[in-house]
């Protein structure tokens, strides 16, 4: 099970502290857009990538391409998630793809003409992690379930934000650690655990990568 320092430095399920999981989605999320050793803020590559193409979706597409390598590289991932793993018992290469992922998404919801600098536009980023299983997830606890609702509201609503970050959080958490059962169980077998954990983490940020693409519809102003 996940874990959280408390306050007298021991470990304890995330579940059994209040507002653990959503705190620690916001860490990622912080960190993703606004930037973080040798990782630039997401606005700074969403620009770069613009300025080398001229065009939104063309920089969108470059943009994707190059995190999913990065999320293949293994060590570059693990270098990212290292800090993370100071907060909570993450393996540090899960933290680094969660990081790498919802950069990504950051850099399409700002070249879409999203502020990410607003909390119902980082919550909607988060929400695009957990992907196709969103809507069940949050249907489920009665919570809105579309990413482009909850970036486009007209208020900001903390309640309903720490619910929404709470669940996706743990939902993150248990898809991304779910899934690597069947990469850890690779490892057994020395030639193809390397690969398959590479593999894996390109694949799983190419899918995020799609279902943001499907879900926060451009918004930027036309001339």
Same mark, same amino acid.
Request: net charge positive; with cysteine.
């Given at each position: 099970?996940?874990?959280? %320092?408390?306050?007298?430095?021991?470990? @304890?399920?995330?579940?059994?502290?209040?507002? $653990? &999981?959503?705190?620690?989605?916001?860490? @990622?999320?912080?960190? =993703? *857009?606004?930037?973080?050793?040798?990782?630039?803020?997401?606005?700074?590559?969403?620009?770069? #990538?613009?300025?080398?193409?001229?065009?939104?979706?063309?920089? *969108?597409?470059?943009?994707?391409?190059?995190?999913?390598?990065?999320?293949?590289? #293994?060590?570059?991932?693990?270098? *990212?998630?290292?800090?993370?793993?100071?907060? /909570?018992?993450?393996?540090?290469? *899960?933290?680094?793809?969660?990081?790498?992922?919802?950069?990504? /998404?950051?850099?399409?919801?700002?070249?879409?003409?999203?502020?990410?600098?607003?909390?119902?536009?980082?919550?909607?980023?988060?929400?695009?992690?957990?992907? %196709?299983?969103?809507?069940?997830?949050?249907?489920? =606890?009665?919570?809105?379930?579309?990413?482009?609702?909850? $970036?486009? &509201?007209?208020?900001? %609503?903390?309640?309903?934000? #720490?619910?929404?970050?709470?669940? @996706? &959080?743990?939902?993150?958490?248990?898809?991304?650690?779910?899934?690597?059962? /069947?990469?850890?169980?690779?490892?057994?077998?020395?030639?193809?655990?390397?690969?398959?954990?590479? =593999?894996?983490?390109?694949?799983? +940020?190419? +899918? @995020?990568?799609?279902? &943001?693409?499907?879900?926060?519809? %451009?918004?930027?102003?036309?001339?």
């Amino acid at each position: 099970m996940a874990t959280s %320092d408390n306050a007298f430095g021991g470990l @304890v399920p995330l579940g059994k502290v209040p507002n $653990a &999981a959503g705190n620690l989605l916001r860490r @990622v999320l912080g960190m =993703a *857009i606004e930037g973080y050793g040798a990782l630039p803020p997401a606005k700074e590559s969403a620009a770069n #990538q613009l300025r080398k193409h001229q065009d939104a979706e063309a920089a *969108i597409d470059s943009l994707i391409n190059l995190h999913v390598t990065m999320a293949g590289a #293994q060590g570059f991932v693990t270098n *990212i998630g290292g800090v993370l793993t100071t907060l /909570v018992a993450m393996p540090a290469n *899960i933290a680094g793809v969660a990081v790498l992922q919802a950069r990504l /998404v950051a850099t399409i919801a700002h070249l879409r003409g999203y502020d990410i600098d607003d909390p119902r536009v980082r919550t909607a980023v988060a929400m695009c992690l957990v992907g %196709d299983d969103l809507e069940k997830s949050l249907g489920e =606890a009665g919570l809105p379930s579309s990413p482009l609702v909850v $970036a486009t &509201a007209p208020v900001f %609503d903390s309640g309903l934000d #720490q619910k929404i970050s709470d669940r @996706v &959080a743990a939902d993150l958490l248990a898809r991304i650690t779910g899934k690597r059962v /069947v990469v850890a169980m690779t490892k057994r077998v020395p030639v193809l655990g390397g690969g398959v954990g590479a =593999a894996f983490d390109g694949w799983d +940020t190419l +899918t @995020v990568a799609r279902y &943001a693409k499907s879900q926060l519809v %451009d918004r930027r102003r036309r001339s």
